[in-house]
């Protein structure tokens, strides 16, 4: 998905090869300014002119032969071989004199480019260093800005999406003050665009890509790129016809410059639109186009997702056997790309994921369509009855006793219709009910999955360079070229991304222990005789150090209930626990628990004197997976932990109460059953 801006920036340096040295003009100026403007529509034919061009400079003519290598690597990418564009700059990098290392700049950063292109991070990363190097050495601004650039690409191969963005950011505010080209500026522009997206902040994105399409330093190639970002941010909005517009008009641009890799890849976003607009047999033939191109540019990634688009195609056209290989082949390429076993388990998630979210759209839209009728005959009869009742008015007068006899029977005919009317409003309120279970248990799953997900990647990721740092100690090991130096570095890599799939692996296992939690039901077995101070003095003893700092107000606590007495301590610890994270965080602070029993159950009120919450946040603390500290390492499922036991262990309810001082304060409702006959009202 990078590749176009990766490119663009290349012809940013080729464009600054050209000023750089406007003081001696070249020999062939002319035919190398018509090789640039033909490499952007028949890049096959321009590597061919290049070629001859190249073949034909002197040896000493290094400034000729420095802009032409730059060309020929541009084209090589365009075509996607970039063994050749590898080999070309790394000969160029042997002949190159020392003196002139101003001209190995470019070569560096292109093959940081391309080693992030084939995977390997490790290279692509000390190529970006050494060209970012060189560009501070002899203060190139405008190379320090493309190398940013890259390197924010880089940042989010490693899904590093906020230090991309700051990254992009202190890049543009070094162009600002440098004056750069227009080129350059929408390169950049298009970089931030594309961060935004990856942070999920579409809207900006929308609002930012729109802009640029207006803007006069904005050419054919960066209008194109900036069409293939707005088909992301509106496909996300579900505008798939506009969707479609941008991808096509992108398309024919690529198609124009022979450009196989963003052909291949919009190709898939077509097949996926025509699929959600239910167009399944040009989905199909998208899709199979797609893989063509895909093939044809050694684009492993696309390739990788036309196979699980095909198969979702092939599923919707009722063909099993067609969807299952598609999938299996999908697989494969995933895991040869990866490396790593666990990522089916994502497979299979998010292909539950996209069942479930698909029946809740269903009974969303179906629910919505009986709401409207239902409100449309509503207010009809309304209308009716507005008119009827204004007849009867204007009669009255005339026919008073008649008129007497006729209210009756229409008042007899209108409660008849109120109590059908009630029926169907008491139907549709259990369809809701349903949908909203449906919609709850797509949350969960979503939930799962966010939370899943980036352990799961950074472990990858961590284990793909632990594999490569492997890797370089043997090759270095076995050329006699290990260094002291080297190996401390190549055993700090080691360590660190051994810490992260450690780290990380601890994070899933708590992540699934905390979820297995939430699978509550009643259980008699092992029921207790004891008084809520007793829990509330277990529970302090077990949260003694959690705790320091925090003085507790118990009133009526004395009360004793039979029940499940780890449930119970369960219970208080994990609303003390919520109060000492969220609502002091960790600091001191005062918990008020008061227990009170009614004529027709007992309540047990919890309150502390935190910081509480606003009123968006109150409406949503006992859902699972919702935290207002995710940065901190919190998953969300604490309250929602609390609301399980108190709904399915006790029987109870729980409600969020309303206060005019600081903090949070909760309600819950139990059946007198669970209190002791000596604890009777």
Known sequence: MKWYLLWSVFFVLLLKTHHCFSDTPLPDEARLESLEILTKTQPAEAYRQTQVLYQKTQPDNWQQRHRLVNIMAYQLLILSDLDKADSVLLEWLEVVPENMSHMRTRAMELLGVIAYRRGNMNTARDYLEQALELAETHDDKERIITVNINTAIFLQGLSLFEQSHELLLRADEIAQQEGVSDHLLAVLRNNIAES???????????????????????????????????????????????????????????????????????????????????????????????LDLAEEAQAHQIKTDAYLELSEIKSALYEPAPALAALKQHTTLFKSLHQEQAQMQLIMLREQLDYISHQREISTLEEELKITALNNEYSRRQSLLIIIFLSVISAFLILFFWQQQKKRRQAEDFTGKLHHSYRQLQSAQKQLVESEKMASLGKLVAGVAHELNTPLG???????????????????????????????????????????????????????????????????????????NEAIAATRAELRDELKGITFDCVNTDLRIVCNGHYMQMLLQ?????????????????????????????????????????????GHIFEPFFTTKRGDGQTGLGLNFVYNLVVQAFSGSIEVVKTDTPGLSLKMTFPLAMLSSSSDP
């Open 196 to 290: 935004l997206i990856r942070l999920e902040r579409y809207d900006e994105a929308t609002e930012y890509l729109q802009d640029s399409l207006d803007m006069p330093e904005f050419q054919a190639d960066d209008i194109a790129y900036a069409r293939r970002l707005l088909v992301d941010t509106l496909m996300s909005k579900n505008a798939f016809a506009k969707a479609k517009t941008y991808a096509e008009q992108a398309l024919e641009r690529y198609q124009q410059r022979g450009d196989l890799f963003y052909q291949a890849e919009l190709h898939v976003y077509l097949a996926r639109i025509a699929r959600l607009s239910k167009g399944l047999n040009l989905a199909e033939k998208h899709i199979n186009r797609a």
């Open 458 to 532: 950074i472990m990858t990721t961590a284990a793909s360079v632990l594999n490569e740092s492997i890797e370089q100690m043997q090759t270095a090991n076995n050329s006699k070229t290990l260094t002291q130096k080297g190996f401390a570095r190549l055993c700090g890599q080691l360590q660190t991304s051994d810490q992260l799939i450690r780290n990380n692996l601890l994070r899933c296992s708590k992540i699934v222990q905390n979820i297995k939690q939430l699978a509550i039901e009643p259980d008699d077995r092992e029921l207790q005789s004891f008084t809520l």
């Open 574 to 618: 994990e609303l003390c626990l919520n109060s000492v994270i969220h609502g002091f965080n960790n600091g001191s602070g005062k918990l008020r628990i008061v227990a009170k029993v009614t004529s027709n159950n007992w309540q047990l009120l919890y309150s502390d004197n935190g910081k509480g919450l606003n009123e968006n946040d109150l």
